[in-house]
């Protein structure tokens, strides 16, 4: 049958059981027999083609979509996140844009997806990831510790101050480190400048372990 609502049903199925594949040839039967696609299918369609890593049709789906309808939280979340595990940040960019411009609420996912395709890049970028965190900070959203293990993994060969300026906020903001973040820090610490570090025991002083 060509019923929107039993392919929409399809597109969510194959997304939760993590049947991405199948899913993504549900959306390619609804191209294929014309079926009114709603802004259910193209989130869907569009979480289903990302964890296929399948970043161009990621792309055309929110093209499409945003031409016929106004982009809603779940569209904008879904092209977020395909963007975060690209490591699309011009892509993550113009999605926080178009939600400030269309007053849509913006909360903590939104940002840490930014900072993690910040993380992501092929050339990570660890001024845009601050730049995402000063502003979810002015927005009133206070960070969280997975908001803290995007930024940190954002922060490829960036310099050892600006490190310790992220561990400082941190804990002034009363964020506990967990063993995600350490090993992330940790890692980032050594890829800064290893010249700083004399040996592992500073280290550990250093992180508090």
Not at 16 to 26: F, L, N
Request: net charge neutral.
């Amino acid at each position: 049958g060509r019923a929107p609502r039993v392919y929409n049903a399809a597109l969510t199925a194959a997304f939760r059981s993590a049947e991405y594949q199948a899913g993504t040839q549900v959306y390619e039967k609804m191209v294929e027999l014309d079926v009114n696609k709603s802004l259910p299918a193209y989130t869907m369609a569009m979480k289903l083609f990302a964890n296929e890593s399948r970043w161009s049709m990621v792309r055309g789906l929110w093209d499409e979509a945003q031409e016929a309808y106004m982009p809603d939280d779940p569209l904008c979340g879904a092209r977020i996140d395909a963007a975060a595990d690209q490591g699309d940040i011009a892509g993550a960019a113009k999605v926080l844009d178009l939600m400030h411009a269309s007053k849509l609420s913006v909360d903590i996912g939104h940002f840490t997806s930014g900072m993690k395709a910040c993380k992501n890049a092929d050339e990570p970028s660890y001024s845009a990831a601050q730049f995402l965190f000063d502003k979810m900070v002015e927005g009133d959203i206070r960070p969280n510790i997975i908001a803290f293990c995007s930024l940190v993994g954002a922060h490829r060969r960036a310099p050892l101050k600006q490190l310790q300026e992220t561990r400082h906020r941190m804990a002034k903001l009363g964020v506990r480190p967990n063993s995600v973040f350490l090993d992330i820090y940790l890692i980032r610490l050594l890829q800064s400048d290893v010249n700083n570090i004399r040996s592992i025991l500073d280290i550990k002083l250093f992180l508090g372990r």
